[in-house]
């Protein structure tokens, strides 16, 4: 419906002395229209009725052009951006297939590794089943038809259908394959639904890109394989140093940009001990035990796995900094790092030992020294990637032999179960020596029964 204007008491006035059909409608207390509005300004010849008449035309041609440049600006995003129902339309058919194929590997692997690969083709079925009805919902939400006919997934998927071999190797390899292309579907969606600002629709893709490269990890890792480097878009450490800071930190900030990169693809391996908490003489703060242990055989994984003795000498002896995180959380500051001399790793025979003093004026130090305290937290986590030949596969197991080590962290869930972390006393350095040497014992005897 069109806009339509009373005229004021002032222009009200002036049509009592002018004659036309605009000025009878206004004597007559009538709406006009804009086309009334306009006549007044090009034909009437008093003053109150032009001017009042000018700024209604000139608000109308206003309004006009905003709404012409949101257009353009709209065209402009559409003819830039892929169409969002198109992209996840296309990814759930992608998803649809590699449920499939995963379903499928999982029904006909055989072979010696039967168990390893039949649970984790099981693990990743489960997952990618269950994301296949919110993708689906997603796109009814933005009022598009969710397709669910064979016909039309063949249409719409790039993923053509798997491998018929029943080897447990090939048929990981060919997942492998199959879930980079899911990856990269994936991130193209969410980049289109971060264009149009659907969030939810973004938050979502989000826990998927997530779920999918640990996918990625653990399929490459029963390969014996290394996980191949996402092309992550980091900001550089320009972007995120202030004006008139020193070389110095820039230098720091580049470094810490390079370990996130290194960290955000790294594998990583959960231990959990028992641990103490107790307070120094100085006030300072101390954690100290084992982030990883050796000879001990991982849980919580779809694949067996071990660390050797050595598997950290190499990394070890190199200047690459290695940081002390809680949870493996990048974007914040960490807690201590080899760099600073605020966090100490040597390996001897029971594994990765490690020595870190807080800083007590730390929130976040604090925190974590509260929750070792109270024994809420017990758990030890370290992020690595395996360098060329650093692993060796022999029926069923994978024993890590040659490691590169970029973080350690005090973590909540656990994967393996034998490593130590808590708050440490000078007075408790002996109690640490008697633990160390009792997990010294575990490992001799374990050997022995191996003999």
Request: aromatic share 6%; with cysteine; proline share 3%.
């Amino acid at each position: 419906m069109s806009e339509m204007y009373r005229a004021p008491k002032s222009v009200q006035e002036e049509a009592q002395k002018i004659l036309s059909p605009v000025a009878d409608a206004i004597r007559n207390n009538q709406l006009l229209t804009l086309e009334q509005v306009a006549e007044i300004r090009s034909t009437w010849a008093s003053t109150e009725g032009r001017i009042w008449a000018k700024n209604i035309c000139d608000k109308v041609a206003t309004r006009a052009s905003v709404v012409t440049t949101s257009e353009e600006d709209a065209m402009a995003i559409n003819e830039a951006t892929p169409d969002l129902s198109e992209e996840l339309t296309e990814l759930l058919a992608d998803v649809v297939t590699f449920y499939l194929r995963a379903h499928g590997a999982h029904w006909n692997v055989i072979g010696t590794d039967f168990a390893e690969y039949h649970a984790l083709f099981a693990a990743i079925y489960d997952d990618v089943y269950e994301s296949v009805d919110p993708l689906a919902e997603n796109i009814r939400k933005i009022g598009v038809q969710a397709p669910f006919q064979m016909s039309q997934f063949m249409q719409l998927r790039s993923l053509s259908d798997g491998d018929l071999s029943t080897d447990a190797r090939v048929l990981a390899i060919d997942l492998l394959a199959a879930n980079e292309i899911v990856i990269s579907g994936i991130a193209d969606a969410f980049t289109c639904a971060t264009e149009y600002n659907e969030q939810g629709i973004a938050n979502f893709l989000a826990d998927r890109l997530d779920k999918h490269q640990m996918w990625r990890w653990q399929l490459s890792s029963s390969l014996g394989m290394e996980v191949v480097p996402t092309d992550l878009t980091m900001p550089s450490a320009e972007e995120v140093v202030e004006e008139g800071a020193s070389m110095e930190m820039k230098s720091a900030d580049n470094e810490l940009v390079e370990a996130r990169k290194s960290i955000a693809t790294a594998e990583r391996i959960t231990m959990q001990a028992e641990v103490r908490a107790m307070d120094t003489t100085d006030g300072s703060l101390r954690i100290g035990g084992y982030a990883a242990t050796f000879n001990k055989e991982a849980t919580g994984l779809n694949f067996r796995e071990v660390i050797a003795p050595g598997a950290f000498k190499r990394t070890l002896a190199t200047d690459n900094p290695v940081f002390l995180l809680i949870n493996h959380d990048m974007e914040g500051l960490p807690l201590a790092s080899t760099r600073s001399g605020t966090l100490t790793l040597t390996e001897d025979e029971v594994g990765l030992r490690m020595d870190a003093e807080l800083d007590p004026m730390n929130p976040r130090a604090q925190e974590l020294a509260s929750a070792l305290r109270r024994g809420d937290v017990d758990k030890m986590s370290f992020a690595f990637t395996v360098a060329a030949d650093g692993d060796i596969r022999s029926e069923g197991l994978r024993t890590l032999t040659d490691l590169d080590l970029y973080e350690v962290s005090v973590v909540t869930l656990p994967a393996y179960d034998s490593t130590t972390v808590g708050m440490r006393s000078e007075q408790e350095e002996d109690d640490l020596e008697l633990r160390k040497k009792k997990l010294s014992v575990s490992q001799k005897q374990i050997r022995l029964r191996k003999k």
